[in-house]
T-cell receptor, first 111, second 113 residues
Framework: KQEVTQIPAALSVPEGENLVLNCSFT??????LQWFRQDPGKGLTSLLL?????REQTSGRLNASLDKSSGRSTLYIAASQPGDSATYLC??????????FGTGTRLQVFP | DGGITQSPKYLFRKEGQNVTLSCEQN?????MYWYRQDPGQGLRLIYY???????QKGDIAEGYSVSREKKESFPLTVTSAQKNPTAFYLC????????????FGNGTRLTVT
């Protein structure tokens, strides 16, 4: 059974820092891995989708990497800003007909 | 603007009543999904639909029902059989199945007392 874990559960950093969020999954047989952002009381916003054949994807200050064999993905946020404060969730699409979500990392960036 | 609209944002019901949550999308997406989010837990899939007039149970379908009569609409009914219905409900859609990013609505917070 696929399980997705995100560490740390919460992170607080000063503005301007580069930071890394981690996501691990137990079954490497995946089609893709997706990163989302969720603001309090809101829905999820898709950030990046990495296909199983890809190693990384970039969008602006965000870079996501995928190491399928070790069951890990990282989301790198460069030059963090207070507006980046949110919960970040990763999810994997494996052999079952659904995305399996982690419980998220709650990020706070303070000025 | 294209997107997914969930209504209402907040919903209050008495125990024993059925309630229907609305989800409409104008993205022309084929696939639609309903998730439930509880504090400290990841999103859990309730139902999904890959195409009009077809839908499948997710991990926690008991006590819920859906319909997909139109491509744009995927309403979720929370029945009185759902033992713990108070939660944040999220609807999502994707252009295709599996290898397409999911787009989410802003959710409906249901409180049952």
């Amino acid at each position: 059974k696929q399980e997705v874990t995100q560490i740390p559960a919460a992170l607080s950093v000063p503005e301007g820092e580069n930071l890394v969020l981690n996501c691990s999954f137990t079954d490497s047989a995946i089609y893709n891995l997706q990163w989302f952002r969720q603001d309090p009381g809101k829905g999820l916003t898709s950030l990046l989708l990495i296909q199983s054949s890809q190693r990384e994807q970039t969008s602006g200050r965000l870079n996501a990497s995928l190491d399928k064999s070790s069951g890990r993905s990282t989301l790198y946020i460069a030059a963090s800003q207070p507006g980046d404060s949110a919960t970040y969730l990763c999810a994997v699409w494996g052999n079952t007909d659904k995305l399996i979500f982690g419980t998220g990392t709650r990020l706070q960036v303070f000025p | 603007d294209g997107g997914i609209t969930q209504s209402p944002k907040y919903l209050f019901r008495k125990e024993g009543q059925n309630v229907t949550l609305s989800c409409e999308q104008n993205l022309n997406h084929d696939a639609m999904y309903w998730y439930r989010q509880d504090p400290g837990q990841g999103l859990r899939l309730i139902y999904y639909s890959q195409i009009v007039n077809d839908f499948q149970k997710g991990d926690i379908a008991e006590g819920y029902s859906v319909s997909r009569e139109k491509k744009e609409s995927f309403p979720l009914t929370v029945t009185s059989a759902q033992k713990n219905p108070t939660a944040f409900y999220l609807c999502a859609s994707s252009i295709g199945f599996v290898n397409s990013p999911l787009h989410f609505g802003n959710g409906t917070r249901l409180t049952v007392t």
